[in-house]
T-cell receptor
Framework: GDSVTQMEGPVTLSEEAFLTINCTYTATGYPSLFWYVQYPGEGLQLLLKATKADDKGSNKGFEATYRKETTSFHLEKGSVQVSDSAVYFCALSVGGGATNKLIFGTGTLLAVQP | VTQTPKFRILKIGQSMTLQCTQDMNHNYMYWYRQDPGLGLRQIYYSMNVEVTDKGDVPEGYKVSRKEKRNFPLILESPSPNQTALYFC????????????FGAGTRLSVL
């Protein structure tokens, strides 16, 4: 079945370090891919998305490229800040119309130290 | 998307309704539960007023959708395994695939 696998955390980095959070997926068809972020005490917010192969989603300095050949959607940021500390979820959207569904990975906790 | 309450502690068997309201006139609404190490799992969803269906983990829950803006989640006889963080989400049209989430309700059943 459809699924998302993302790297386990926690990931601990110093401020201004480079970030990569790996995400791979299994899906039939052509899913859209998302990264959601959950800041402490808050709900999930959409960080970025990509709807087809080779699309690059970007927002707030974060980027992810939809790689169909490797079924991956890795999240990257060149220089993290303390304020980026949060849980990051990779997700895929499957099904069309009324049956559309989001499938989430288990989440990766990022802790950025000053 | 607004969820209430933010926190609640329940005793086993003490019924509870988690409220969810959206003001975006969205057709689709969802309930998820978040458990450590398991990510988010879908409990129920609704495609419109009076149209609901089970998600992946519906056991022990009920829902209703009497108004387009509200989608309450009902726990009639909670058990400790329903201790979790609950999220409500909504989505717009049939071809829109972004879901918008509430801030969550943290529920403990003791």
């Amino acid at each position: 079945g459809d699924s998302v696998t993302q790297m386990e955390g926690p990931v601990t980095l110093s401020e201004e370090a480079f970030l990569t959070i790996n995400c791979t997926y299994t899906a039939t068809g052509y899913p859209s891919l998302f990264w959601y972020v959950q800041y402490p005490g808050e709900g999930l917010q959409l960080l970025l998305k990509a709807t087809k192969a080779d699309d690059k989603g970007s927002n707030k300095g974060f980027e992810a490229t939809y790689r169909k050949e490797t079924t991956s959607f890795h999240l990257e940021k060149g220089s993290v800040q303390v304020s980026d500390s949060a849980v990051y979820f990779c997700a895929l959207s499957v099904g069309g119309g009324a049956t559309n569904k989001l499938i989430f990975g288990t989440g990766t906790l990022l802790a950025v130290q000053p | 998307v607004t969820q209430t309450p933010k926190f609640r502690i329940l005793k086993i068997g003490q019924s509870m309704t988690l409220q969810c309201t959206q003001d975006m006139n969205h057709n689709y609404m969802y309930w998820y539960r978040q458990d450590p190490g398991l990510g988010l799992r879908q409990i129920y969803y609704s495609m419109n007023v009076e149209v609901t269906d089970k998600g992946d983990v519906p056991e022990g829950y009920k829902v209703s959708r009497k108004e387009k803006r509200n989608f309450p989640l009902i726990l009639e006889s909670p058990s400790p395994n329903q201790t979790a963080l609950y999220f409500c989400a909504s989505r717009g049209g049939q071809y829109e695939n972004i879901q918008y989430f509430g801030a969550g309700t943290r529920l403990s059943v003791l």
